[in-house]
């Protein structure tokens, strides 16, 4: 299995551009997860989806940021307009619903200038 | 809300040696998972143990093992032989049973040297 996969891996842009992050999870998985790390806050979980329903979004900071999983195989987090504080990287993980293993892709790494 | 503590923001230790990391964590659940997480340069986060709290049995895999104790509510993590490829940040975490989040600790960054 290819495992969880994100694109683009690096991003840079400039302050109050639209930025659009895309994952395709793991064939099977059915609950996908969308974390963000940076310095100060750690890694933090922003949204996750159980068979492409958003469940939690509790942890999306503001109104800037949406997440979609349109199917199975395919989801995005995108930022509208991007602050510079927006840098970090953004890792999606993916698991089965019944299993408590998340596996993760290799992140995105934005900044925002 | 659970949160996760690791204690040690750096630690070195040189190849062969074994080394422990720390993890506690606060939670009024009876029931709950915990992960050690590795996360080399290439910042990949990789899984490299789990345990479930039911079970008594401290978990391991090669060379990696957890000291696990409920009633403390600590779980470290054991390098044995460590290794020029184990240099990393290790991150614990903690999950409540049906809840699918994972609460992760601020990480240890952890030195191998030659």
């Known amino acids: 299995d290819a495992g969880v996969i994100q694109s683009p891996r690096h991003e840079v842009t ?5 930025v659009t992050l895309r994952c395709k999870p793991i064939s099977g998985h059915n609950s996908l997860f969308w974390y963000r790390q940076t310095m100060m806050r750690g890694l933090e979980l922003l949204i996750y989806f159980n068979n492409n329903v958003p469940i ?14 349109p199917n199975a195989s395919f989801s995005t987090l995108k ?13 999606c993980a993916s698991s089965s619903i019944n299993y408590y293993e998340q596996y993760f892709g290799p992140g995105t790494r934005l900044t925002v200038t | 809300a659970q949160t ?18 720390s993890c506690t964590y606060d939670t009024s659940e009876n029931n709950y998972y ?40 600590s779980f470290s993590l054991k390098i ?26 601020q990480g240890t960054r952890l030195t191998i040297n030659p």
């Open chain 2, 80 to 105: 044995s032989d460590s290794q020029l490829g184990d240099t990393a940040m290790y991150f614990c975490a903690f999950m409540r049973q049906g809840a699918q989040k994972l609460v992760f600790g």
């Open chain 1, 56 to 69: 939690d979004d509790s942890g999306m900071p503001e109104d800037r940021f949406s997440a979609k999983m």
């Open chain 2, 4 to 21: 996760v503590t690791q204690s040690q923001p750096e630690m070195s230790v040189q190849e062969a040696e074994t080394v422990t990391l």
């Open chain 1, 79 to 91: 930022i509208q307009p991007s602050e510079p504080r927006d840098s970090a990287v953004y890792f």
């Open chain 1, 14 to 18: 400039e302050m109050g551009q639209e």
């Open chain 2, 34 to 73: 915990l992960f050690w997480y590795k996360q080399p340069p290439s910042r990949q986060m990789i899984l490299v143990i789990r345990q479930e709290a039911y079970k008594q049995q401290n978990a391991t895999e090669n060379r990696f093992s957890v000291n696990f104790q409920k009633a403390a509510k």
